[in-house]
T-cell receptor, first 111, second 116 residues
Framework: KQEVTQIPAALSVPEGENLVLNCSFTDSAIYNLQWFRQDPGKGLTSLLL?????REQTSGRLNASLDKSSGRSTLYIAASQPGDSATYLCAVNRGYSTLTFGKGTMLLVSP | NAGVTQTPKFRVLKTGQSMTLLCAQDMNHEYMYWYRQDPGMGLRLIHYSVGEGTTAKGEVPDGYNVSRLKKQNFLLGLESAAPSQTSVYFC???????????????FGDGTRLSIL
């Protein structure tokens, strides 16, 4: 059974700091991995999707990497801002887009 | 730009009552999903559909039924609600060209369901 773990569970940083969120999965036979953002009381917003054949994806200040063989992905946020405060979730695709989610990292960026 | 719309947004039920949650998407997506999100458990897949008239079980399907009579709608039913089904329910949809080539899933804002 696929298990997805996110470390740390919570993170508090001052504005402007660069930070890394970690995601690991137990079964490397995935099709792709997706990073989401969830604001309190809201649904999930897709940030980045990395196909299994790719090593990384970038969008603005966000960069996600994927090492399928070691079962790891990282989300790098550059020059963090208070507006980045949210819960970040990673999810792996088991087929037919059925996702297995981690429990998330709650990020707080203070001004 | 409606995207994925869930109704209702909040609901309180008594144990044993039944109800249906509605999910509607206007993006012509083939795939639709129902998840539940519980503290400390993360999001878990209940049921999903790969096209009109199809449904399949996810990780936690017991106590729920689904129907996909129209491509744009995916219904989640609770026949006899139990306190263990108190949760936040999310619907999502996506377009997928084939099994491996995934497109991002688009989520609704959730339905907060309490069962007393």
């Amino acid at each position: 059974k696929q298990e997805v773990t996110q470390i740390p569970a919570a993170l508090s940083v001052p504005e402007g700091e660069n930070l890394v969120l970690n995601c690991s999965f137990t079964d490397s036979a995935i099709y792709n991995l997706q990073w989401f953002r969830q604001d309190p009381g809201k649904g999930l917003t897709s940030l980045l999707l990395i196909q299994s054949s790719q090593r990384e994806q970038t969008s603005g200040r966000l960069n996600a990497s994927l090492d399928k063989s070691s079962g790891r992905s990282t989300l790098y946020i550059a020059a963090s801002q208070p507006g980045d405060s949210a819960t970040y979730l990673c999810a792996v695709n088991r087929g037919y887009s059925t996702l297995t989610f981690g429990k998330g990292t709650m990020l707080l960026v203070s001004p | 730009n409606a995207g994925v719309t869930q109704t209702p947004k909040f609901r309180v039920l008594k144990t044993g009552q039944s109800m249906t949650l509605l999910c509607a998407q206007d993006m012509n997506h083939e795939y639709m999903y129902w998840y539940r999100q519980d503290p400390g458990m993360g999001l878990r897949l209940i049921h999903y559909s790969v096209g009109e008239g199809t449904t399949a079980k996810g990780e936690v399907p017991d106590g729920y039924n689904v129907s996909r009579l129209k491509k744009q709608n995916f219904l989640l039913g609770l026949e006899s609600a139990a306190p263990s089904q108190t949760s936040v329910y999310f619907c999502a949809s996506s377009y997928q060209a084939n099994r491996e080539q995934q497109r991002p899933q688009h989520f609704g804002d959730g339905t907060r369901l309490s069962i007393l």
